[in-house]
């Protein structure tokens, strides 16, 4: 009789360290593909400015501003991960079918949360003089962050479906 080993961790619930691996991966793509639209299409000074001033940078600062979306990208990665697999959703995330509508929910949720929430008041209270209001809902800048958001969820839901996929 064949035993099997399980390699889940209690400290992350039920997720395997693959599936924390894939999300990470799916959240460096999924930025560098956000991170190009918010470069070229998003009107400037998002990337260069607006980011690295979340934590006290200075800009113009390219270079920081991609270090540090792409660090995003990795942790929010990793949360979807979490998310999925400890509320009872990693059998449908785990399918790609499922998985893409998973992503653009994940990515209208990140949008939502961070974007339209977080984002504004963070940049309030670093003093940048570029902060968008709170709540930060103008149009066509939310919907082009929305369209980001989802090009980085997608690639996320999609890491965790073959990653997690049976």
């Given at each position: 009789?064949?035993?099997?080993?399980?390699?889940?961790?209690?400290?992350?619930?039920?997720?395997?360290?693959?599936?924390?691996a894939?999300?990470?991966?799916?959240?460096?793509?999924?930025?560098?593909?956000?991170?190009l639209?918010?470069?070229?299409?998003?009107?400037?000074?998002?990337?260069?400015m607006?980011?690295?001033?979340?934590?006290?940078?200075?800009?113009?600062?390219?270079?920081?501003g991609?270090?540090?979306?792409?660090?995003?990208?990795?942790?929010?990665?990793?949360?979807?991960?979490?998310?999925?697999g400890?509320?009872?959703?990693?059998?449908?995330?785990?399918?790609?079918?499922?998985?893409?509508?998973?992503?653009?929910?994940?990515?209208?949720?990140?949008?939502?949360?961070?974007?339209?929430?977080v984002?504004?008041?963070?940049?309030?209270?670093?003093?940048?003089?570029?902060?968008?209001?709170?709540?930060?809902?103008?149009?066509?800048?939310?919907?082009?962050?929305?369209?980001?958001?989802?090009?980085?969820?997608?690639?996320?839901?999609?890491?965790?479906?073959?990653?997690?996929?049976?």
């Open positions: 009789m064949a035993t099997t080993t399980d390699t889940r961790s209690n400290l992350i619930g039920t997720v395997a360290t693959t599936e924390l894939a999300g990470a991966a799916g959240g460096f793509v999924g930025s560098v593909l956000f991170g639209l918010m470069q070229f299409v998003i009107p400037a000074p998002m990337l260069e607006a980011i690295p001033a979340m934590y006290g940078i200075e800009g113009p600062a390219l270079a920081a991609w270090a540090i979306h792409q660090f995003h990208g990795v942790v929010l990665g990793i949360a979807y991960v979490l998310l999925v400890n509320t009872g959703l990693s059998a449908r995330a785990g399918t790609l079918p499922d998985a893409i509508p998973l992503g653009v929910a994940y990515g209208i949720l990140t949008t939502v949360l961070l974007a339209v929430l984002m504004p008041l963070w940049l309030g209270a670093m003093n940048f003089g570029g902060a968008p209001p709170f709540p930060n809902v103008a149009f066509p800048a939310t919907l082009l962050s929305t369209v980001g958001h989802v090009m980085f969820a997608v690639p996320v839901a999609v890491a965790y479906a073959l990653a997690a996929g049976e």
